[in-house]
């Protein structure tokens, strides 16, 4: 459990985040606190979010706590990462077929860092989707599941 990061604990909070944070990127992790993958993410972004502050505010979602952003989203495998700017969903070509988020840990500090830094410079110039800084082999696999086909 992250006890430095701020907690959203409903889709109202949720959207007021998204809508009120201008000029930063606005970072939502997706996952349960119990769960280690995402203890071990919280670790990386509470150590990070300091550095960032300039370009990022880091928050924490319980996926049980916020089912409408979970099945919006597609969140199958947690820990997930969403991120917007001014409003805006933000996507990354991460080389997968899924853009719309990260799945999984990072396997440094600063491989998070420089997605920030790149989303933040691609969000200033106005690009909605932006390519990944970190190396393919730090990038966990997954498959994408479909519900309902």
Known sequence: ???FLPKLAC?????EVIKSVAE???VLRFGRDED????Q???ILSKTAHDLSNMASIYIVDVDKSPIYTRYFDISYIP???FFFNGQHM???YGSPDHTKFVGSFKTKQDFMDLIEVIYRGAMRGKMIVQSPIDP???PKYDLLYHGI
């Open 80 to 82: 997930s990462i969403v």
């Open 36 to 39: 280690s993958v995402c203890l």
């Open 91 to 93: 996507k990354v070509d």
């Open 24 to 26: 930063k990127v606005v």
């Open 137 to 139: 082999r730090n990038i």
């Open 41 to 43: 993410l919280d670790e």
């Open 11 to 15: 889709k109202k909070d949720i959207d």
């Open 1 to 3: 459990m992250s006890l």
